[in-house]
């Protein structure tokens, strides 16, 4: 019989990211800080979805307030978050875009304060969610999640 590689098994306390857009999960590896953290992570890409063609998947077992919701708003808010508890799913949260962010990304301006005083906090805000654009909340330098 061949094993089911696949098979990550469940976790049983932690999250369940699905609905990712396919290939964003290592970028959520990265803004999550999760390479820093002792915990079990399982990255699903290119899995078939029948909704969005293709999307990743990700598992990690850690404790449930380690979770920043707000960040994984901030990266893609079309994200279903699903919540386990003793290896059962608990609840499904809906992400929003957050209303404001804390050293998840630098501000690029060279003027900027924050490009000066290397003790301050990196905080954008955001000033036009229907085209989720933040700006640095010091200089007001753009950041837009449009590509
Ligand atoms: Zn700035």
Redesign the pocket.
């Known amino acids: 019989m061949v094993k089911n590689t696949l098979n990550v098994g469940r976790i049983s306390e932690g999250f369940v990211l699905d609905h990712i857009e396919a290939g964003k999960s290592m970028e959520i590896y990265k803004y999550l800080h999760l390479d820093k953290l002792d915990c079990c992570v399982a990255i699903i890409k290119n899995a078939k979805s029948s909704k969005m063609g293709k999307k990743d998947i990700m598992k990690i077992e850690c404790p449930i307030d380690f979770m920043d919701l707000d960040i994984l708003g901030f990266i893609d808010h079309n994200i279903t978050v699903n919540i386990v508890e003793n290896e059962e799913i608990v609840e499904k949260k809906q992400l929003t875009l957050p209303k404001e962010i804390r050293n998840v990304i630098k501000?690029k301006?060279p003027r900027?304060?924050?490009s000066i005083e290397q003790e301050l906090d990196h905080v954008f805000v955001l000033t036009d969610e229907e085209n989720q654009v933040y700006r640095?909340k010091?200089?007001e330098?753009k950041y837009s999640r449009r590509r």
């Open positions: 501000c301006n900027c304060i924050t640095c010091y200089c330098e």
